[in-house]
């Protein structure tokens, strides 16, 4: 059951953001409901596809766990090691400085590397299908923006190496609260010591 609820989250959340990648058919859409409402039902389908993952893969996690392979610990530390970066990549995406010239797309970066790190470290058939949609999604929607028009949001100033220090210091402080905190807490697996 667990399963089944959070990939019907994961087809609800991509195919809103499928959706966005697709410049003409989102011309239309946003043409016959406004923009207002667009942005509304985008951002609640959003919302809602990522409850129904969230709460998806905890009940799976808690009722149906279904081995595919062990990872090796070596994988678990190379995971923690990897997640330093992601989420400096996440951050650089809003405070713009030469990361995010030289990548141009350190969100999906990012992301990419968060989902290739957490396969590394999970063989279950949940996290599997998890993580490895995110990656797929993040391969295909880096692919889609080379071949787009337009950028697709407005444009936020890029700054110089002083921003890059500030999304250095910003995403290391993000990563420690997500290793110390909110994994262990919310997530319900501790990252650091095992």
């Given at each position: 059951?667990?399963?089944?609820?959070?990939?019907?989250?994961?087809?609800?959340?991509?195919?809103?953001?499928t959706l966005s990648t697709q410049r003409q058919l989102r011309a239309r859409?946003?043409?016959?409901?406004?923009?207002?409402?667009?942005?509304?039902?985008?951002?609640?389908?959003?919302?809602?596809?990522?409850?129904?993952?969230?709460?998806?893969?905890?009940?799976?996690?808690?009722?149906?766990?279904?081995?595919?392979?062990?990872?090796?610990?070596?994988?678990?530390?190379?995971?923690?090691?990897?997640?330093?970066?992601?989420?400096?990549?996440?951050?650089?995406?809003?405070?713009?400085?030469?990361?995010?010239?030289?990548?141009?797309?350190?969100?999906?970066?990012?992301?990419?590397?968060?989902?290739?790190?957490?396969?590394?470290?999970?063989?279950?058939?949940?996290?599997?299908?998890?993580?490895?949609?995110?990656l797929a999604w993040a391969v295909f929607d880096r692919i889609s923006?080379?071949?787009?028009?337009?950028?697709?949001?407005?444009?936020?100033?890029?700054?110089?190496?002083?921003?890059?220090?500030?999304?250095?210091?910003?995403?290391?402080?993000?990563?420690?609260?997500?290793?110390?905190?909110?994994?262990?807490?919310?997530?319900?697996?501790?990252?650091?010591?095992?």
């Open positions: 059951m667990g399963l089944l609820v959070m990939i019907l989250g994961l087809i609800l959340f991509f195919g809103v953001h859409v946003v043409g016959a409901m406004g923009e207002s409402t667009y942005k509304i039902g985008y951002t609640l389908a959003s919302v809602a596809g990522l409850a129904l993952v969230t709460w998806g893969f905890a009940h799976y996690r808690a009722t149906g766990w279904i081995d595919v392979w062990n990872p090796p610990t070596a994988f678990k530390h190379i995971t923690v090691a990897l997640m330093l970066p992601a989420v400096i990549l996440v951050v650089a995406s809003y405070i713009r400085g030469r990361i995010y010239t030289t990548l141009k797309h350190p969100m999906l970066t990012g992301v990419k590397l968060w989902a290739a790190a957490h396969l590394l470290a999970n063989g279950d058939l949940g996290s599997i299908i998890l993580f490895g949609s995110f923006l080379k071949r787009r028009p337009d950028a697709g949001a407005p444009p936020i100033p890029v700054g110089g190496p002083t921003n890059d220090l500030i999304a250095i210091a910003v995403g290391c402080i993000a990563y420690l609260a997500l290793a110390f905190a909110f994994h262990p807490v919310v997530i319900g697996v501790p990252v650091v010591g095992v």
